[in-house]
């Protein structure tokens, strides 16, 4: 259900908080707009996000963890631990991690 390279990231960033669609793609540049758009529809099927609509002149869309979603928040966080262990580890120092203040934010 959040397997693969991009779930685990959408949901990581849906903990600081509530995410437009273009949020996310500044937030995760390297994924493209289909593969974010089919990841968000799968997650929101299994119910772990939810897509709130606002009817507004220009349509205004936000995804938000679902409280089934937020029980995911420590698996995360500790997944995101070990990675920073990991890259550490196998790249001796040598790698640097793209960290937005939001991630920061939120250790």
Same mark, same amino acid.
């Given at each position: 259900? $959040?397997?693969?390279?991009?779930? !685990?990231? $959408?949901?990581?960033?849906? &903990? ?6 273009? /949020?996310?793609?500044?937030? @995760? !540049?390297?994924? &493209? ?8 529809? /799968?997650? /929101?099927?299994?119910?772990? $996000?939810? =897509?709130?609509? *606002?009817?507004?002149?220009? !349509?205004?869309?936000? %995804?938000?963890?679902?409280? *089934?979603?937020? &029980?995911?928040? /420590? @698996?995360? %966080?500790?997944?995101? =631990?070990?990675?920073? &262990?990991? $890259?550490?580890?196998? *790249? ?8 937005? =203040? +939001?991630? +920061?934010?939120?250790?």
């Amino acid at each position: 259900m $959040i397997g693969g390279k991009w779930k !685990p990231v $959408i949901l990581f960033h849906l &903990t600081v908080g509530k995410k437009r669609n273009n /949020e996310l793609m500044k937030l @995760i !540049p390297s994924i &493209t707009q289909k593969t974010l758009t089919q990841h968000l529809r /799968e997650l /929101e099927d299994e119910g772990v $996000i939810s =897509r709130i609509v *606002y009817n507004e002149v220009l !349509p205004k869309v936000e %995804y938000e963890l679902t409280d *089934y979603g937020w &029980t995911l928040k /420590e @698996i995360l %966080y500790m997944m995101c =631990r070990w990675g920073d &262990t990991h $890259i550490e580890q196998k *790249y001796d120092g040598k790698a640097a991690v793209l960290q937005s =203040r +939001e991630l +920061e934010a939120s250790r």
